[in-house]
């Protein structure tokens, strides 16, 4: 992974966990206060995409720990 896609993978990580995640805490929140859980498609909805984003952001917690960093990416060995 080069340096420029590790900073973009842990900028899109910061977004998720600081923005996205409390907006859709909110919505699940706001979702709640509509009543009957079983029937509230705006519940189901905003449940759908925290799970998403949880994936999205365990996937990119992983890789960016494993991923090794250089400056430059190759996606091939070097032919002599």
């Known amino acids: 992974m080069t340096v420029a896609g590790h900073a973009a993978l842990e900028e899109e990580l910061r977004r998720r966990q600081q923005e996205e995640r409390p ?10 206060a509509h009543g009957d ?22 996937r990119n917690s992983k890789t960016s720990c494993r991923a090794p ?4 990416f190759r996606s091939s060995p070097a032919r002599p």
């Open 69 to 72: 960093r250089s400056s430059t």
């Open 37 to 58: 859980l079983s029937e509230n498609a705006e519940y189901h909805a905003a449940k759908e995409s925290q799970s998403l984003k949880r994936g999205r952001v365990s």
């Open 23 to 32: 907006r859709i805490i909110q919505m699940i929140s706001e979702a709640r």
